[in-house]
Structures are given as C-alpha cells and as structure tokens.
C-alpha cells in the first residue's frame, strides 16, 4: 500500500451541523471516480462508505476532513474529525444503536446503520476514537484492475 | 416500463424531469431510512419514499437511482426540488400510500431491485 503510486489525492472540508450540504462531498467524490472509470461498484461503494462519514461528520462534529486517495486497484478514504467522539466503539458499530437527534432521523439516518454500512461496503476498515476530541475512520475498497 | 406509464398509473405529478419520462425502470426499492436505501438498492431502481428533505436527493446521486417517487403526497421544499433538477434525478409525487404504490407498480411488472437480504432474522436487546 505504502509504495503503491497513487493517481489522484485530494481533500474536502466538512462543516459541522450543515446538514443542507450533507452529501455534497460524497457526490463530488462520486464524480472523480466514474471520471477515472474506475468500475461501478467500485464507485457505488466509495460513494456510500463517504456519504455515510459525511453525515456522522454533520451530524456529531464540529468539523472534518475526507481524504480520497486513488490507487490503480483501490480507493482509500480516509475521515479525521472534531467532535463529540465515540466512548464505546463496539457498541456504536452494533447495529441499531444511536445517539441520534430527532434533526438526524428526519433526514432519514439515525437509525444506527451508518457505521455498520460504512464497515459492511468497505474491504478494509479502521476506526479510532477519543470522547471529546473526535473520530478517525479508514476505509479501504479494492478492485481488479 | 416508461416513468410516463408509471406517472400514468400512479395518477402522479412530475415535479423535476417532464423530458425523462421516455426513461425505461425495471426494478424498485422502498423506505425512509435512507442508511438502508444506501445498503440495499441498486442503480438504476425507482426510489419510493415518503421523505422529501434534500438528503433523498443526494441518497439518489449516490446510488445512481433512476427517478423518485414520493408517496401519500408529500410536498418536497424547494432545495429539494431545486438540487433534483441540478442533479437530473426526476421526482414524481403520488396521493398513493407507499403500499398501494408498490402494489400497483409489482402489478405492472416492476420487480424489487432485490427480494431478501441474506443471512438470518435478528433483533436487538
């Protein structure tokens, strides 16, 4: 991975609690991927895996940053925020369990799936934490080139 | 079918898209949680949701979905609206609950863009 040349590298700025605009860098990351033609599913994953970073950015931040770094055979995204932090990782990667706000669910999230869709649509998954300082997520998806 | 057929049948207005409805769906997904529209539906579905808030939008972009349908006649705001037409993801707005629109759409010959998900019924606590 390390030695692996790298095509494309970018970043986004996500602002806390601007829930317009939740999306926004997921759908732009979209964009630069089909551009690149790198294969559909591909795309449909790195586009879900971001999209759901984005909205826990929104939603549990005050800010943060996705990190897109395009290889030939696969695609890391990388999110570091400041926020509120994750006290139990295991218990918020279970299924169904949220801390939520009522602004979160009526954008149709909060359901407590986010993180477990982003660990399910990724190869590859890492995710570190500190209560009050903020989340760190890696996801990692392949393909054969 | 054609989105002008589904329009048809489901007796609905055309928000966002009146030059797509030569556009051709064979499947469908339907929800309003939009992390499981992201887990489970494919490109190129119908979307039938009763939630009109821009999030549905970009959940569409992200997936590639085909056109939306918003059922028991929800009013989408007019970002929602507006970031549809920048996108080119069409919206229809049907009076029809979400059950009925899925019937009448099965009926038709639209199928679910999957039927089960895997592995075993489970529930919390």
């Keep these: ?145 | 079918m054609i989105l002008l057929e589904i329009k048809d049948l489901l007796d609905a207005e055309v928000l966002v898209g009146e030059n797509q409805m030569d556009m051709e769906v064979k499947t469908a997904f339907g929800a309003d949680l939009m992390s499981d529209v992201l887990a489970f539906a494919q490109s190129g579905s119908l979307l039938l949701t009763g939630l009109t808030n821009p999030q549905v939008i970009r959940t569409a972009d992200v997936l590639d979905i085909a056109a939306i349908i918003i059922v028991r006649g929800k009013r989408p705001s007019p970002d929602t609206v507006q970031l549809a037409g920048d996108l080119g993801i069409p919206i229809l707005v049907t009076r029809f609950i979400l059950f009925e629109t899925a019937g009448r759409l099965y009926q038709a010959g639209i199928r679910g863009c999957l039927v089960k998900v895997d592995g075993s019924v489970h529930g919390h606590g």
């Design chain 1, 1 to 145: 991975m390390a030695d692996e040349p790298l095509i494309y590298e970018n970043q986004f700025n996500v602002q806390g609690g601007n829930f317009n605009d939740a999306g926004k860098v997921a759908s732009h990351i979209k964009a630069i991927l089909k551009g690149f033609g790198i294969p559909s599913e591909a795309v449909r994953k790195t586009a879900l895996v971001a999209y759901e970073s984005e909205i826990n950015i929104v939603s549990y931040a005050r800010k943060g940053v996705i990190h897109l770094r395009l290889a030939r055979d696969q695609v890391v995204i990388e999110t570091i925020d400041e926020g509120l932090g994750i006290a139990d990782i295991e218990l918020a990667m279970q299924e169904g369990y949220s801390t939520a706000t009522d602004k979160i669910r009526e954008m149709g999230f909060g359901a407590g799936m986010g993180l477990a869709n982003i660990r399910n649509f990724s190869d590859i998954f890492q995710i570190s934490s500190e209560p009050g300082k903020g989340t760190s997520l890696k996801m990692i998806i392949k393909w054969r080139p």
